[in-house]
């Protein structure tokens, strides 16, 4: 069946260090990949997205690649900051008859300033 | 701003209690889901609703019902509280085939079972 495997945490880095948080997936077919993020007490926020291979989603200073050859989402950043410490979270959903999303254990970074 | 809205952040139970745990979002989404996050296991579907009085068991379901009376709002029921059932409960919705536009979460509930 589909999964999700993403790097064990936690991650402790200094502000404006650079950020792999690595991805893989395996599923049939052709599934979304996202990355969600969850600050302390909070709930999943959607961070990014790609839909097909070779797209690049970003936002906030956050990228990932869907590569197909080499089934992976990684999550990266240039430049850190305290205010990113949080859980992140990888996750595939299939765009034809699936209703459920498979999520990753999540990542959990630090971020020391 | 659209919103999924849980209607507790947080809950003391005692064991043996029915606890109702609600969800409302104001997206009109037809996909609802109820999963449980616990320490070193991650997210966990417990169930899930892709319309209104329509419910599927997640691989969780033990322990739990659903109620699905109004698009706009999903219900979780515990039967009879336990201890193990100890956890931060989180709520998602999302529209049911376009699944490349993500899920939107609630702000979760923690559940104290003593």
């Known amino acids: 069946g589909d999964s999700v495997t993403q790097m064990e945490g936690p991650v402790t880095l200094s502000e404006e260090a650079f950020l792999t948080i690595n991805c893989t997936y395996t599923a049939t077919g052709y599934p979304s990949l996202f990355w969600y993020v969850q600050y302390p007490g909070e709930g999943l926020q959607l961070l990014l997205k790609a839909t097909k291979a070779d797209d690049k989603g970003s936002n906030k200073g956050f990228e990932a690649t869907y590569r197909k050859e080499t089934t992976s989402f990684h999550l990266e950043k240039g430049s850190v900051q305290v205010s990113d410490s949080a859980v992140y979270f990888c996750?595939?959903?299939?765009?034809?008859?699936?209703?459920?999303?498979?999520f990753g254990a999540g990542t959990r970074l630090f971020v020391k300033a | 701003d659209v919103k999924v809205t849980q209607s507790s952040r947080y809950l003391v139970k005692r064991t043996g209690e029915k606890v109702f745990l609600e969800c409302v979002q104001d997206m009109d989404h037809e996909n609802m889901f109820w999963y449980r996050q616990d320490p070193g296991l991650g997210l966990r579907l417990i169930y899930f609703?892709?319309?209104?009085?329509?419910?599927e068991k997640g691989d969780i379901p033990e322990g739990y019902s659903v109620s699905r009376e109004k698009k706009e709002r999903f219900s979780l029921i515990l039967e009879s509280a336990s201890t193990n059932q100890t956890s931060m409960y989180l709520c998602?919705?999302?529209?049911?085939?376009?699944?490349?536009?993500?899920?939107?979460f609630g702000s979760g509930t923690r559940l104290t079972v003593v």
């Open positions: 996750a595939l959903s299939r765009n034809t008859g699936g209703f459920k999303t498979i």
């Open positions: 998602a919705s999302s529209f049911p085939d376009r699944s490349n536009y993500g899920y939107t």
């Open positions: 609703s892709y319309d209104v009085k329509m419910k």
